[in-house]
């Protein structure tokens, strides 16, 4: 059965992630955190806007909009009308691209939502990639309180928005749809127009809850 911890999701996470058991955990107080790490970088990083710190070394395209908190690591890229909508953490080498939204989400070194993707209250691995259009839901349509269900198992968040965990590694299809309180493991295939609900094993390749295979690498 899947381990949903931060550390088997994971193999190098963010010091905003890395002392929390769950990924929900770190969501909860992203934004105090950001601030908190922004205040301890140094002249590398430059502030165009309060509790903004952006890495010289970043692209960011004229029409991106970014608002606070965030910070921007060395070589990450935000392309052409993509919108970050505050306390996002944006790993070296990331992209966020044309058309995409992210909010209070960390995304990893080399993580990448670079077409028409959305991430709310998630955490996207090292090298984890979004095919374009597909997105990660954080909000159940009945408002209720997001639960992460594994196998008979359900567990709470205590969070009304929570996204998604994804493994590092992990290849998402064009327009697939991550629901509310997923963990996808490390290393995984969802396949194009995939809809994910609940835990997905690491290594798994996904084309739906009853279609499932073992990813050989």
């Known amino acids: ?22 990924p929900w955990e770190a969501i909860e107080n992203l934004a105090e955190n950001i601030i908190a790490l922004g205040q301890t970088l140094g002249s590398d990083y430059y502030s165009p806007k309060e509790n903004i710190w952006i890495h010289r070394t970043a692209k960011i395209a004229e029409s991106a909009g970014i608002s606070a908190p965030c910070i921007i690591e060395g070589g990450a890229e935000i392309r052409h009308c993509a919108y970050i909508r505050g306390s996002v953490y944006v790993g070296a080498g ?24 959305y991430a709310g209250d998630s955490i996207i691995g090292r090298g984890a990639h979004l095919g374009a259009g597909a997105v990660i839901s954080n909000l159940r349509l ?76």
Do not use: W
Request: glycine share 10%; aromatic share 6%; proline share 3%.
């Open 142 to 217: 009945d408002r209720t309180s997001v639960t992460v269900t594994r196998g008979d198992e359900k567990i709470e968040t205590g969070r009304r928005k929570f996204g998604a965990a994804v493994g590092d590694g992990t290849e998402v299809g064009c327009g697939a749809v991550i629901c509310p309180g997923s963990i996808i493991g490390k290393g995984c295939i969802i396949y194009p127009l995939a809809l994910v609900r609940g835990c997905v094993d690491e290594k798994t390749i996904y084309k739906s809850v009853d279609r499932k295979a073992e990813r050989r690498m």
């Open 94 to 117: 990331a992209v966020i691209g044309n058309s995409s939204e992210v909010k209070n989400s960390v995304l990893m070194e080399r993580a990448c939502l670079p077409h028409f993707n």
């Open 1 to 22: 059965m899947q381990n949903i911890s931060v550390r088997a999701l994971f193999d190098c996470p963010t010091r905003l992630v890395s002392e929390y058991e769950f």
